[in-house]
């Protein structure tokens, strides 16, 4: 094994029970295997599903506790196992590594990690901005581009589109040479427009009145739901007939599929954690995270950051404020300077 020289105990945010507050304290580092990379951490970034699986409210994306949490990371590798051919020391990477099912997360000095789910980091994005895309983008590529498909001259739906997973999928469709529609509120109308979207405001038309308005009534031929619900119904109802897909990100619950058969239209889901948590296809997670680092460098992709800083010591505050549902942008943790 290559190495740097590391510390035999490291920092780390620590949740000991469900919703109790994390606790800093030392804990060996992990040491890589012969097929990992030991990675220093820069920056975590927080997303809505890493509330959820801290509350214990997530079914389907279990951490047994205590644990390690947070799924995002950017960082540096310090140490490379025998096994190992694509990464070097000093290099800057970034994916979604782990804090689920039971692998160590992002709110520690040191992740030892899968190569397969690495990339290494655009030149154009700093550790936080790195940190802020993995879980976002994954679960967007894979609806707009391995479900649906999407292709230039294709009209695309993005229901939420100012949120985690919407502002990058806008950013994924626009680079794909798509015309993007994107529902939200009024207040995220800058936003969305800023992004390249046609902004459609949900409160105010109904879906009869935005197919209308914005497609001639015949509907669109992409509508990707990262909202669920009836948002995810109202999908089934504004897809184009014959050639449409709907995807999405979000399909809890009890859904009739009948509006979307009579349309002659398509679904499919996405379940992001599925190579994280199985250990399969985990080299795909890797081949899009290097999509994410060619849009970037190209100037195509640009995460959204929530402007409030967090360190591994106020872990908790970040935690806090995302619950609050008042951020604006992704919220990150700078783990190490």
Not at 88 to 116: I, S
Not at 231 to 236: A, I, Q, V, Y
Not at 240 to 248: E, I, K
Request: net charge negative.
């Amino acid at each position: 094994m290559s190495a740097t020289a590391f510390p035999a105990h490291m920092h780390a945010a620590i949740q000991d029970d469900y919703g109790q507050p994390l606790r800093i304290d030392w804990m060996p580092t992990p040491i890589p295997g012969d097929d990992q990379v030991l990675v220093r951490v820069r920056a975590a970034g927080l997303n809505p599903l890493d509330t959820k699986i801290r509350a214990g409210k997530a079914a389907h994306a279990k951490q047994p506790l205590p644990a390690v949490l947070a799924m995002d990371m950017a960082g540096t590798v310090v140490a490379v196992g025998s096994g190992v051919k694509d990464f070097r020391v000093g290099d800057d990477v970034f994916g979604m590594v782990g804090g689920v099912g039971g692998v160590q997360g992002a709110l520690a000095e040191y992740m030892a990690v899968d190569p397969a789910l690495l990339a290494p980091k655009p030149a154009a994005l700093s550790m936080r901005e790195a940190a802020a895309l993995p879980l976002v983008f994954i679960t967007a590529w894979e609806g707009l581009v391995d479900r649906a498909n999407v292709a230039p001259a294709m009209s695309v739906l993005i229901h939420g589109g100012a949120g985690g997973i919407g502002h990058v999928a806008i950013q994924i469709a626009r680079a794909f040479g798509a015309t993007v529609f994107a529902t939200g509120k009024a207040s995220q109308q800058d936003v969305i427009e800023q992004l390249g979207a046609t902004f459609i405001d949900y409160q105010q038309q109904s879906v009869t009145q935005y197919v209308d308005r914005h497609s001639k009534g015949e509907g669109f031929d992409i509508i990707f739901d990262t909202v669920g619900g009836s948002t995810l119904d109202d999908s089934f109802q504004a897809v184009r007939p014959y050639r449409g897909h709907v995807v999405s990100a979000l399909g809890w619950g009890n859904h009739s599929l009948a509006p979307l058969s009579f349309r002659a239209g398509t679904y499919s889901g996405v379940f992001t954690l599925m190579p994280l948590q199985t250990g399969r296809y985990r080299e795909h997670h890797g081949s899009i995270m290097r999509e994410a680092a060619r849009l970037a460098d190209e100037g195509a992709l640009k995460p959204r950051l929530d402007p409030t800083r967090f360190t591994l010591d106020t872990a908790e505050q970040a935690y806090r404020w995302l619950e609050t549902g008042a951020a604006n942008g992704k919220v990150v943790v700078t783990v190490t300077e």
